[in-house]
Every structure is written in C-alpha cells, then in structure tokens.
C-alpha cells in the first residue's frame, strides 16, 4: 500500500517504524532536510523535503495514486489543510491528527462534510486509556475490545499471590471463576501459554474476563483495589485536561491539577470548574506532599519531560500511593521494566496504532474479514485483534477442536449477539461474529491468517 506521512513527529516516527516492516511503500514529507536524511537511512522509505500543504511537493510525493495520505504535524489547522489538498488530488483516504479541544466537537463535520477518514487525537486517545486503569486500579493497562464489552487487563503476579505456582488448568478448580491468560511475560520471554502452563512470582499476565468477573476474581485472590476517588494529576497540558474532564463528567472523583504556568492555570479554572487547579512545579517533592500527595488514591504525571514523570511516579509510589501512571514517549519498554514502574501510556504509540489498525484493515476491506481494534501488548510483542467476521471467512460453522491455529497465536473470545462466549473445543465462529485474537505473529491482518 501506498502510504504518504507528512510530519516526522512523535506519532510520525513511529508509524513510519511500524508501517515501514510491514512492507508498506512509504513516503516521508518535512520540511527539515537533515530529518527527511535520517528517516531514509534508518528505514526502507523515500523522503521528499517541503511543506506538506502545498500542492506541489504532494504531487512530487506522488500524492494522486496514494491509498492513504497521513497528516501528523505539530499545527491542526495544517494537517487538515493537507488532507483537503490530498483528497483533492486524489489521495484515497486521508488521516489528521488534530489535537486542540476546540476542534473536538467537529471531529463529525470534519469526516461528514470535508471527507477525512479518521481524526486522531494522541492526548484525548491516552487520556482515555489512562482513566480506564484508574477505573480498575488491579490492572496495570486495560484494553478495551468491541465497544466496553471486552476487556484485556494486565496483572502483575507479586510472590505472596496465590497464583504463583499454579497450572492455568487449576484456576477454575481454586477460584470458581472463567477467566482465561492470554499471554505472560516473564522477564524477556513472552509466552502465548497452553492449558499446562504454570505461573511464578514476577510473571505479567494478560487475562480477559466480564469487568464483573474480573472484580470478583481480585477479590478472591485478595489483591483487589477499590476504585479511585481522590487523584492527583501534575501538568495541566491537554492530557491533563482531558483526563481531568472525562473523571469530572463521570463524577465521583476528586481531581486536583498542579500546573506551572499561571495563564494555563487561570484557563483551566474556566474550562474545569469542578477540579482544584493548583499554581506550583509538580516536580517538587515539598509542593507535592503540601498538596497532600500521600492522601491520594491515585497518582498521574503528565508533564512534557518523561524523566520527571517516573521520577514523581516512582515517588508517588515510594509513599504508598496504590496506583502510580506516567506518561512517557521517548523512554523503552524495556527500561521501564527494570525499574519497576508500574502503568506507563506513550500517546503517540496509542495514536499509531489506531492508525495501523486503520491501515490493516483497508488491505482487506474489499473480501476478507479485517482488523478493526488492535493494540501492541508487551512493549509490541504480542498484538491483541479484533476482527467481525464476514461471509468470506473460510471456517463458519466448523469446531474449533478441528481447526489448527498457527503457533503463537488464541482466539480470546467470541462476541455474538453483544455476548461474550470464552470458546472451548465445540464452539463454532459465525457470520457477524467478533472474536479477539491474541498473537505473537505481527503484521495479521486478516483473521483467515491466523489458520494452518
């Protein structure tokens, strides 16, 4: 597929890296010739140096055979002035990232009327992941699958947990409760596991399960945590306020924002009236703990230096606090680990895959049944799918007992008729059906790929 990005940003970068191994013809438009260099070195990709918005480096980019036209730069009103200009030109589908809250209740008119395929968001995106963890503060990251119906939810297992040790088979037979691990990561393995698989301390496991049953296993396992009421969120930025917005509006919760910038402050009095907007540097351990840091149920720390966020979160934790979340973009999976942080939210790796997921599912959206949810689990290691089945796929109505699935790879569940069915040998997939998968394989986009 022909895919021309223009911004070589956070979430820019990032979709070149992922799109670019999939095989995809990419094209890079900035206007900073040394970036344009570096993202043709570093990737099997063509660059072209220019302003995205004008008519004729899109036409050097090769814009009128595009199937898809990306627009991820740091101005809004530029990323849809881009898309206009592409579908114009003949670009197939266009994506903007648009950011700024004003825009937000014209997400419609910008996909009805100008005829954008997708808007993305980063903030808004990550802000909303954020609140579901604070929600179901057990989890360290919750996925959410077929519109809240399903959720991922990922679980440390510390050594006093009863878990350790025991064959999945067993679970059932201890708890009494149908919950189904689709996935552990111990140390730098990452296991798609079967029925026999035994966990131990320090294991990640990815588990999906009805919310309800989900409490209710907690509960036995005598881990559960009960829901968030006063948070602490340090930096006022968007995320900050969408975060802040989404838990006001829910209601029940008390939301304090310690932010540095008077004028952001005074704008945030105006926009969040039901939040305490507090003037002071949320990097200052004396300005936290005068705020009443250790009375909080929840930590949130989402300023512009990734550093500072772990640092304060890892603080926050030091003192107790029972959920710690950092935001993070430039900081690895992997060193996040080896310093016990608990749930961290990149928002420009949400972003990119809401667009890769956009991406996989245009391949197929002709004949076979696509993808449309995915999330990367484990630092990108496993990617957990959904996909409605249509008419084409190969095996409706056959037993699962009867159908091989590649290496690596479960079907988590089945949705049919807004139920959700945890299938065993006997069930069957149907037409109009939804089924996550979860899978080491990268790169599905099509359920019939999951198939011997």
């Known amino acids: 597929m022909k895919i021309i990005i223009v911004g070589d940003g956070k979430v820019g970068a990032t979709l070149v890296e992922h799109l670019s191994l999939e095989g995809h013809d990419i094209i890079v438009i900035d206007k900073n010739q040394k970036v344009i260099e570096q993202m043709v070195n570093s990737y099997d990709v063509m660059g072209v140096c220019g302003n995205g918005a004008s008519y004729e480096v899109q036409l050097e980019a090769g814009v009128s055979d595009a199937q898809l036209f990306v627009a991820a730069t740091s101005s809004d009103e530029l990323n849809i002035l881009s898309c206009l200009m592409a579908k114009k030109a003949g670009a197939e589908h266009t994506i903007a990232r648009v950011r700024n809250p004003d825009y937000l209740k014209q997400v419609p008119f910008f996909k009805d009327e100008l005829g954008l395929s997708m808007i993305v968001n980063p903030e808004l995106d990550a802000a909303n992941e954020i609140a579901k963890v ?143 907007i507090i003037f002071g540097d949320g990097t200052d351990r004396a300005v936290l703990l005068e705020q009443g840091l250790e009375g909080q149920d929840a930590f949130v720390a989402l300023t512009t230096i990734d550093e500072e966020n772990i640092i304060s979160a890892m603080y926050a934790n030091s003192l107790g606090i029972s959920k710690t979340v950092a935001k993070v973009n430039r900081v690895s999976y992997q060193v996040l680990e080896s310093i016990g942080m608990d749930s961290a939210f990149s928002s420009k790796a949400i972003a990119a895959n809401r667009i890769i997921a956009f991406v996989r599912a245009l391949e197929n959206s002709g004949e076979e049944s696509s993808v449309q949810t995915l999330y990367k689990l484990v630092g990108g290691q496993v990617e957990a799918l959904e996909f409605n089945i249509n008419a084409d796929f190969s095996e409706i109505g056959v037993p699962l007992k009867d159908i091989k699935l590649k290496e690596d790879t479960l079907i988590a569940c089945i949705i049919r008729n807004h139920k959700v069915i945890y299938p065993g040998g006997n069930d069957c997939i149907e037409k109009d059906d939804s089924l996550v998968v979860v899978t080491k394989r990268n790169h599905i986009s099509s359920i019939n790929e999951i198939f011997e």
């Not at 393995?189 to 907690?218: C, Q, S, Y």
Request: with cysteine; glycine share 6%; aromatic share 8%.
């Open 134 to 276: 604070l929600r179901f503060p057990n989890a360290i990251n919750i996925e959410t699958f077929y519109r809240g119906l399903v959720d991922l939810a990922e679980v440390k297992i510390d050594a006093n947990n009863p878990l350790c040790d025991m064959q999945l088979t067993d679970i059932f037979d201890k708890f009494n409760v149908r919950i189904l691990v689709c996935a552990v990561q111990r140390k730098d393995e990452v296991i798609i596991p079967h029925g026999d698989f035994i966990l131990k301390a320090g294991d990640r496991i990815h588990i999906t399960a009805p919310r309800g049953v989900l409490v209710n296993f907690m509960k036995k396992l005598k881990i559960y945590k009960h829901r968030t009421k006063d948070i602490m969120i340090t930096g006022g930025g968007k995320m900050g306020y969408y975060l802040a917005r989404q838990l006001c509006e829910t209601g029940g919760y008390n939301v304090k924002i310690i932010e540095n910038d008077m004028k952001r402050c005074e704008h945030l009095c105006e926009i969040l009236p039901d939040a305490d």
